[in-house]
C-alpha cells in the first residue's frame, strides 16, 4: 500500500472511531426530555422556602443526612401552581431542538403564619419560552413587562425541565447561575447534585483574613422519575447555611424544596409552528402577542431604587455620636454603620456641598474615616478637596482607606498617582500614603495596577539617599507581602545599616512562611548567629527561624546560639518565645520534647535570670474561639529596649492578627548611673501599629533628650492623651445566593471596630521613677442581616428578613510603675480586663406589600440576650510576680 493509502485508511479510521464516540457520548447522556409535538403536559408545582436563624453550637455541615433544627420557625413562604408544557416548534434539521411553552396559572402562596392561601393570579400567571437541546437549556424567553421577581420565577420553575437521563458530569446553567453538575441514573430515575454555584449577577465581596468573613456551605439535589425520558415527577431539595467565622453562633439557614407531578396529558391546542430556525419561531409567537425578550436563565436581584434620605438630616440624627469623645462606645460604632451605606451611595458634590458647613468641623475627623471606608472614587475625591491644606485629615482618610476589602483597581491607580506627586515636604502625609499603597496592592493580587504600585516602590528605593527613605519603603513592602519582595529584603539584610535591617527582618516576621525558601533561611540564621549584630536582629531573625518550622538541624543552630550561663536577656527572650509557639504549635513542641530528652534542652537554659519576657494568654473565648494576646518585652541593661502586644482571633481553622503595638526606645542610659555603652544614640522612644495588617507610620513620642526634657516639663506626659483613636470596618461581607427555585437571597455583613489607645505617665528625674497608664478601650457593633424577596414582590415590599446584632464595649488597661533610682531596678506590671457584656439581638420579619395580599399582618419578632465576660487581673508571668512582690513587699504584723 502507498503512503497515501496508509494515510486514508488511518484517517478514514480515526474518523470512524470519533463518529462512534460521538454517537456513544450523545446516546448516554442526551435525551429530548420525551415532550411530543401536540401534546400538552399539566404539571403540578410547589415549592417552599423557609428562612431561619442558625442554632446555637449546630454544626455547619450540610448533607443529606443532616436534619437541620434552625431557632424557630417563623419564615416560611410557598407557592403552588399548575404549570401547563406544549412543545410549539421542532428543529426540522436537528429534532433534539425544540422550543416548549409554558404557562404558570392558579399560582397560590402560603405565607409565614397565615392560615390560609391567596391567589397570586394577578401577579404569577405568565407565559414564558425555553429552547431545549440534547436536555440543555439554550434560551430562556419572556415578557419584557415581567418583574423581575415573577421572572426569577419562570426561570425556577424552567430549570426543572433540563436534566439527562445518563451517566454525565459538567457545567449547566440554570436559575442558581454556572453550577458543576453530576447525573446518577438509577432503576428509579435520575439523581442530579449541583455544586460551586456562581452568577453572572452574583455580589461576592470578602476580606483576605478568613476568620473575619462568613462562612457558607451548601446542599442541592434533585431526583428525577422517568417515564420513556419524560419527567413524572421531580423533587428538588436545597440548603444554605451561612454562619460569621468569629462568631459562629451568628449564621442563617437557608431550606427550600421543589415539587413538579405531571397530573395528565392532553391534546395541545397550541399551534405547531413552522419555521427554519428558532429565531424565526419566536418572531411567530409575538405576532398578535407579548413582545418576547431572550433572557439569561441565571436569577438577578430586582433593582431599587435608593431611599430618598437627607445627608445632612442623618448627620444631625448622629452628630453626638460622631464626635471624638463618643468614639470607643457603642453610639460611635452603630453611627458609623449606619452612615457608611449612604455615603457609599452619594455623589462628590453632595458630600462636599454638605460636609463643607462649618457645623460640623468638629466631626470631620469621624467623618474621614467613613469616606475612607466607602473606597469609593466619589468620596475619595471629595476627601482631597474637603481636607485641603489639612495634613492631619488627609492622613486619617487614608488610614481609614488602608482597611478597604476589595478596593476598585482604578482607585488604587489613583491614589498611586497621587503619592507620586505629593512632595516630600509632607513627609509624614507622604509616608502614609506609601504604606497604604503597599496595603491596597497586596488586596488586589495578581492585577496590573498591584504590579505598577510594586514597581515604583522598588524604583524608588534604588534612588534612595537617606535612612528614612529607605525605612518608609520597607514598611511598605511590609504591607505588600509579596513574593517579589524577597530579593529585596534579602539586600536590605546585607546592607549593614542596623535601623534597615531591623525593619527588613520584621517584614519577613509577617510574611507567608510559604514564600520563604532557603536563602532567606541561611540569611537569619547568620544575623542571628552574629555576636556582633543588635540584639533585635537576633531575636527577630529567631522568630522568623521558628516561624519556618525548622528541621532538626536547624533547631540544633538556634539552640547553639543561646547562653546557658548568666543573665542573658537575649537567650531568655528567645527561649520564652519558643515555649509560647510551643503551646499553638505541636510540630515545636515536639521538637523541644526531643531535645529535652537528649538534654540540649536543660535546666540552665530554662532557669535564665534575667527579666526579659514573651508570654501569651486568652483575653475571652466563645464557642467560635478565642481572642488572646501575646506580650513580649526586651529588656537590655535593665532599660526597656523594645515590647510587643499582640491581639489575635483565632478558631480551630485559621487565626487572624487584629492588632499589633510595638513600643521602641533607646539612648536612656544616662538615667541610670553610668551610661550604657550599648545604648549609643540620642534619646528616643515611640510606637508602631498595625490593625488587621495595615501598618501605620512610626508615632515618635520624642527623638532627643531636649524632646524629653521638654515633655517633662510641660507636663503633657501627665496628661491622658490619645496616641490613636477612630473607627474602622472590620467584617465586610456582602453575598447574593441564588436559590435553586428562582428566589434571590441578599446577605450583607458588615461590623465596626471603633477604638481609643491613650495614655498618661508621671515621671520623677530625681527618683528616677515612672508609674505609666495605657487604656485601650473598643466597641464593636456587628450587624448581619439576610433577606428572601418573594416571587411577587415589588421594589422589596414583600419579603422575608433576618438580622443579628452584635454589641460589646471592652477595656484592657495596662499600668507598669519602674524605678532605677537604686542599685537594684525594680518593675511591676498590672494588666487588667474590667468586666464587659456581650449582647445579642436577633430580629425576624416578614412584610407584605399593601395591595398584593391582603388580610394579612406582617410578622415581627425580636429575642435577646446578653454574655457578660467578668472582669480579672490578667496573670502575665511568675517573673512578673516576683517583680512585683519585690516592689510591694507583704507586711506583717
Not at 239 to 245: A, I, R
Not at 436 to 456: H, K, M, N, Y
Not at 816 to 830: F, H, K, M, W, Y
Request: charged share 20%.
Amino acid at each position: 500500500m502507498t503512503t497515501w493509502g496508509v494515510l486514508g485508511a488511518v484517517v478514514t479510521t480515526l474518523s470512524f472511531i470519533q463518529g462512534l464516540s460521538s454517537f456513544i457520548l450523545v446516546t448516554d447522556t442526551t435525551n429530548a426530555n420525551g415532550f411530543a409535538l401536540g401534546t400538552q403536559y399539566i404539571y403540578k408545582y410547589a415549592t417552599h422556602t423557609e428562612v431561619n436563624a442558625k442554632k446555637i453550637g449546630q454544626e455547619r455541615q450540610c448533607s443529606a443526612q443532616n436534619n437541620f433544627e434552625p431557632a424557630g420557625r417563623e419564615l416560611a413562604l410557598g407557592v403552588r401552581a399548575n404549570v401547563l408544557v406544549a412543545p410549539i416548534w421542532q428543529d426540522p434539521v436537528n429534532p433534539q431542538t425544540k422550543l416548549i411553552q409554558c404557562q404558570i396559572s392558579n399560582p397560590m402562596a402560603n405565607i409565614t403564619k397565615a392560615s390560609s392561601t391567596f391567589d397570586l393570579s394577578n401577579t404569577l400567571s405568565s407565559t414564558f419560552y425555553i429552547q431545549i437541546s440534547y436536555g440543555k437549556i439554550q434560551g430562556f424567553y419572556t415578557s419584557r413587562d415581567t418583574p423581575v421577581n415573577s421572572m426569577n420565577f419562570q426561570r425556577g420553575v424552567a430549570s426543572l425541565f433540563q436534566y439527562q437521563t445518563g451517566h454525565w458530569q459538567g457545567s449547566e446553567q440554570d436559575a442558581s447561575g454556572n453550577c458543576q453538575v453530576k447525573y446518577i441514573p438509577d432503576r428509579h430515575g435520575v439523581h442530579k447534585a449541583k455544586s460551586g454555584c456562581s452568577s453572572p449577577t452574583g455580589r461576592d465581596l470578602a476580606r483576605e483574613e478568613t476568620i473575619l468573613d462568613v462562612s457558607t456551605d451548601s446542599f442541592s439535589r434533585l431526583h428525577y422519575k422517568l417515564q420513556d425520558d419524560l419527567v413524572e415527577s421531580c423533587e428538588a431539595k436545597e440548603v444554605y447555611v451561612s454562619e460569621v467565622s468569629s462568631l459562629r453562633e451568628i449564621g442563617i439557614i437557608v431550606q427550600s424544596s421543589q415539587h413538579l407531578h405531571l397530573e395528565e396529558q392532553l391534546d395541545s391546542p397550541q399551534q405547531i409552528i413552522q419555521a427554519a430556525n428558532v429565531k424565526d419561531a419566536i418572531v411567530l409567537v409575538q405576532n398578535g402577542g407579548p413582545k418576547l425578550i431572550p433572557m439569561p436563565l441565571s436569577s438577578e436581584l430586582e433593582p431599587v431604587p435608593p431611599k430618598d434620605i437627607k445627608f445632612k438630616n442623618l448627620l444631625s440624627m448622629f452628630k453626638r455620636s460622631l464626635k471624638s469623645d463618643a468614639l470607643a462606645k457603642e453610639s460611635a460604632a452603630m453611627a458609623f454603620l449606619r452612615i457608611l451605606p449612604v455615603i457609599e451611595s452619594l455623589p462628590r458634590t453632595e458630600l462636599i456641598s454638605t460636609l463643607s458647613d462649618k457645623s460640623w468641623k468638629d466631626i470631620m475627623p469621624q467623618m474621614m474615616d467613613l469616606l475612607g471606608a466607602s473606597g469609593s472614587q466619589e468620596a475619595y475625591e471629595a476627601a482631597k478637596e474637603l481636607a485641603a491644606g489639612n495634613l492631619e485629615l488627609l492622613e486619617r482618610y487614608f488610614w481609614s482607606v488602608g482597611q478597604v476589602t476589595k478596593p476598585r483597581e482604578s482607585f488604587v491607580k489613583d491614589v498611586l498617582k497621587y503619592t507620586q506627586q505629593t512632595k516630600e515636604s509632607k513627609q509624614v502625609l507622604k509616608e502614609t500614603l506609601i504604606l497604604t499603597l503597599g496595603t491596597l496592592a497586596r488586596r488586589i493580587p495578581g492585577t496590573e495596577v498591584a504590579d505598577e504600585v510594586f514597581q515604583w516602590i522598588a524604583k524608588s528605593m534604588k534612588t534612595c539617599k537617606s535612612e528614612p527613605c529607605y525605612l518608609q519603603f520597607t514598611r511598605a513592602l511590609k504591607n505588600l507581602r509579596s513574593s517579589k519582595c524577597i530579593p529585596i529584603l534579602l539586600d536590605l539584610l546585607h546592607s549593614g545599616n542596623t535601623k534597615i535591617t531591623i525593619e527588613a527582618v520584621k517584614v519577613l516576621k509577617v510574611m507567608p512562611v510559604s514564600l520563604m525558601d532557603q536563602r532567606v533561611k541561611t540569611t537569619l540564621l547568620t544575623l542571628y548567629q552574629d555576636p556582633r549584630a543588635d540584639s533585635i536582629i537576633r531575636t527577630t531573625s529567631a522568630e522568623v527561624l521558628l516561624q519556618m518550622k525548622p528541621g532538626v538541624n536547624l533547631f540544633r543552630e538556634i539552640l547553639s546560639g543561646l547562653d546557658t550561663n548568666g543573665s542573658d536577656e537575649r537567650s531568655l527572650y528567645i527561649t520564652n518565645r519558643l515555649l509560647e509557639y510551643a503551646t499553638s504549635d505541636p510540630y515545636l513542641a515536639q521538637l523541644i520534647l526531643d531535645h529535652v530528652n537528649n538534654q540540649k534542652i536543660n535546666w540552665n537554659l530554662l532557669s535564665n535570670g534575667g527579666m526579659s519576657s514573651t508570654f501569651s494568654r486568652t483575653l475571652a473565648s466563645t464557642l467560635s474561639g478565642n481572642a488572646t494576646f501575646s506580650y513580649g518585652m526586651e529588656i537590655a541593661k535593665k532599660l526597656l529596649k523594645r515590647s510587643n502586644f499582640e491581639v489575635t482571633l483565632r478558631n480551630d481553622k485559621e487565626q487572624a492578627k487584629l492588632l499589633q503595638l510595638d513600643i521602641f526606645a533607646g539612648g536612656l542610659s544616662s538615667f541610670m548611673d553610668s551610661a550604657n555603652s550599648d545604648d549609643e544614640g540620642a534619646a528616643t522612644a515611640g510606637m508602631e501599629l498595625t490593625i488587621l495588617g495595615n501598618s501605620l507610620r512610626p508615632f515618635v513620642f520624642f527623638e532627643s533628650m531636649s524632646d524629653l526634657i521638654s515633655l517633662y516639663w510641660s507636663g503633657k506626659a501627665e496628661e491622658k492623651t490619645s496616641a490613636l483613636k477612630g473607627s474602622q470596618l472590620l467584617h465586610n461581607n456582602a453575598r447574593l445566593v441564588h436559590l435553586g427555585n428562582g428566589l434571590v437571597l441578599d446577605t450583607k455583613t458588615q461590623s465596626c471596630l471603633s477604638y481609643d489607645f491613650s495614655g498618661q505617665a508621671k515621671i520623677s528625674m530625681w527618683d528616677k521613677t515612672c508609674q505609666a497608664v495605657v487604656e485601650n478601650s473598643a466597641a464593636l457593633v456587628l450587624s448581619s442581616e439576610a433577606n428572601i424577596m418573594a416571587p411577587w414582590s415589588q421594589s422589596k415590599d414583600s419579603k422575608m428578613s433576618i438580622k443579628h446584632e452584635v454589641t460589646s464595649h471592652a477595656k484592657l488597661n495596662l499600668e507598669a510603675e519602674i524605678d532605677v533610682g537604686s542599685e537594684d531596678p525594680q518593675l511591676c506590671i498590672r494588666m487588667q480586663v474590667p468586666r464587659f457584656p456581650v449582647r445579642y439581638a436577633t430580629t425576624k420579619w416578614h412584610t407584605n406589600g399593601p395591595t398584593v395580599i391582603g388580610g394579612w399582618k406582617p410578622v415581627k419578632r425580636t429575642q435577646t440576650y446578653e454574655v457578660a465576660s467578668p472582669g480579672k487581673t490578667l496573670f502575665l508571668n511568675w517573673k512578673n510576680c516576683e517583680l512585683c512582690t519585690k516592689m510591694y513587699p507583704k507586711r506583717t504584723k
